[in-house]
């Protein structure tokens, strides 16, 4: 079946230094979303990104949209404490459904202040 | 306005009782779904709910597990028979459209815990 891997597991950074998150599905995807998960909270949609090679920022977040469409990466700059979180990405089912997503295990990221 | 809501936020319970879960979406959105996160896991796909279609069951994970949803609103997830390896986080999410490329909003969730 379809996987939606997700790597680093856990990333653990000083405050200041930059931080990415890599998502690599089996399939191509249509699209592909990100979520962030604060600790003890409940996951926030950040972003979705529908192009090959698509490349989008939110302040000091860099999302990325692989040319094949079966990859993307999240990148944050300087980090800060308030990015502490695991950060999900998520793509469409493939097979049938068009209204499911397959998530990826996450990647937790704590900072150092 | 408000986000999707989620009752109760959490449940401790003996092996063996039935509980039930409670989502109330996002008015107006037509989308529902439920999810299970065990801990430092991702998201468990478990029941959809589009409108008034017949739901996609497909992630329930026993026939302990059922879902309704009245009214086109609110949903409630039904575990009977609890076992401790349904102990996890039930999350609920709603969209505006049954689509995958349409944003989840997700509620707090409910924190079960089987003793």
């Known amino acids: 079946g379809q996987q939606v891997m997700q790597i680093p597991q856990y990333q653990h950074v000083q405050e200041g230094e930059d931080f990415t998150t890599y998502c690599n599905s089996s399939t191509t995807l249509s699209n592909i979303q990100w979520y962030k998960q604060r600790p003890g909270g409940h996951p926030v949609f950040l972003i979705q990104?529908?192009?090959?090679?698509e490349v989008k920022k939110q302040k000091r977040l860099t999302f990325q949209f692989g040319e094949a469409k079966k990859n993307s990466s999240l990148h944050i700059t300087a980090t800060q404490t308030t990015d502490v979180g695991t950060y999900f990405c998520a793509g469409p089912r493939s097979g049938g459904s068009n209204y499911k997503l397959t998530f990826g295990k996450g990647t937790l990221l704590t900072v150092n202040p | 306005g408000a986000g999707v809501s989620q009752s109760p936020s959490n449940k401790v319970t003996e092996k063996g009782k039935d509980v039930e879960l409670r989502c109330d979406p996002i008015s107006g959105h037509t989308a529902l779904y439920w999810y299970r996160q065990s801990l430092g896991q991702g998201l468990e796909f478990l029941i959809y709910f589009q409108g008034n279609s017949a739901p996609d069951k497909s992630g329930l994970p026993s026939d302990r597990f059922s879902a309704e949803r009245t009214g086109g609103s609110v949903s409630t997830l039904t575990i009977q028979r609890t076992q401790q390896e349904d102990s996890a986080v039930y999350l609920c999410?709603?969209?505006?459209?049954?689509?995958?490329?349409?944003?989840?909003?997700f509620g707090d969730g409910t924190r079960l815990s089987i003793l």
């Open positions: 999410a709603s969209s505006s459209q049954g689509s995958a490329n349409q944003p989840q909003h």
């Open positions: 990104l529908v192009k090959s090679g």
